[in-house]
């Protein structure tokens, strides 16, 4: 009967191997592997005893090109009886320099106790110490399960370090973001994981204003499937994310020229100029919006909630969003919070799985000011007031102009309590009563904000085309009715508007247009029609439908007089336009 095999035993007075070299070549990959300069000295090697050892080596790579200078020194000790086996003291330091990083060097440095207990299947390393040019971290780690799937468990602490700095100095550029971003990062959290997966629980993360906690997971890297649910203080979305790109500012600046100098020739006669043109240049940049290929593979569960988030400017309170994509459909499941005393929520999803990606939004908003949300997109308000708005919006397309121009859906909105700013609209309807009370203005009044209790509609979108056929806005003494629409694609107008007087209104400007009572219930007529910044500045008395009136208030009289009645104060083309309404 064979006796079974003894273990070696362990007797060495020590051990020294000076500038050796080991290589190995894999010829199906190309692919090559060395350690050069190898310098290995130990103590006497006993077995249940500390063994002092120290290597040095240069180890390198071909596919990529990388070196590495390496140096250890720690106390071997072998426990076989116990299949135990413990690196005490170790600590690793060296240089890494290589294609990867561009040119530039990480020296690093790592040090703690090392354990492996085979029988129990467990192995640990305790009072971690790491560095990485400016990373700084301490730790333990320690793996069970040893002989089936490793499961691994430990905390994680890094000092507050500059990461844009760090990124930089590996050789890593981070995409474009505001200067000072990333500047100090600090974590603190327990972690967990197998061969395949990563969790980061109870986490405590700054980053450089905000602090968050909670859990950040990669379920399985084959396949990038990140989880997170995470609680901010306060972010600033608008910080981390690129410039406008030169093309869409470019585009902007167009559109600001066009609209500044359609918006001075409007203000110049306080509305008395020609009815303004269309504008033609939108702000909406060509430019790729979406990473296509990256968004079709993302596999993310995100659950995020902030006491404030500023995006786009605008200062969100409350905000929570919950967000999901897989398989190339992203899913908006909510996005909501407080703004400026109001609400909103939002849902959607995002279709990348065919060529052309296919948005579909749902948005709800309840009295938020309009104005301070145009005035955070760099925009002079129109009109101030708290807006509701609800829509359900669609729209295909990889930029931002592709998307206006394939909007579809519909919404409704109401403003409440708002004003007009600089508005025209009595003016206007004063001149249209001095007409037909055959008087002149005494002077030419200019226009100043009207109040409104009001403002409401019903928007259809077609192909980046809203029609709006049911514009109300209650203006206290008048209702003012409009029909038109709005081309998102350059933000233009187009409206028929009527004015109806509903009392006297002794507060007109000029004597020459007081309402008197034959003038209540006639609505005037007037053409908005320009840049969408305009809003009531680009109102004019609309002489085409001027007749209209002078028919319902004069009748069959004023016909054989009209030419004497009226003289030169109106244009040649509403004296034919009367004429031809009083015949009979």
Known sequence: MEKPAQPIRLDIDSLTVNNARVEYSDEKTGKQFSAESIQLSTGPVHDSTNIPVKLTAFLGTNQPVLRVRTELNGELRFERALQRYKFEDMKLSGEVAGDPLQGKTITFAAQGQLLLDKAANVAEWTGIKFSANQLRALGELKANDLDKTPQISGGLSIAQFDLAKFVDSIGQKLPAMAEGSLSKVELVSRLSGTPTSVAFDNINLKVDDSTFSGRIAVEDFAKQSLRANLKADTFNVDRYLPPKSAEANSATQVR???????????????????????PTKGPWSTARLLPVERLSKLDVDADLTFGQLTLDKLPIQNAALKATGQGGLLTLENLRGDLYDGNFEAKGTLDVRQPVPALNMQTRINRVPVEKILESQGKN??????????????????????LVDSLNGNASFVINNGVLLNANLEQQLCKGIATLNRKTLSGEPRGKDTPFQELKGNLTFRNGVASNPDLKVRIPGMTVNGDGDVDLRVLGMDYRVGIVVEGDKSDMPDPACQVGEKFVGIEWPLRCRGPLELGAKACRLDNERMGQVAGKMAGDKISEKIDEKLGDKVSPELKDALKGLFKR
């Open 256 to 278: 600001q020229a066009e609209v500044a100098n359609t918006e001075a020739d409007a203000m110049a006669g306080a509305g008395s100029t020609p009815l303004p043109q269309s």
């Open 381 to 402: 308000p129109p009109v101030k007031g708290l807006v509701t708005l609800n829509s359900n919006l669609t729209g295909s397309g990889n930029s931002q102009s592709a």
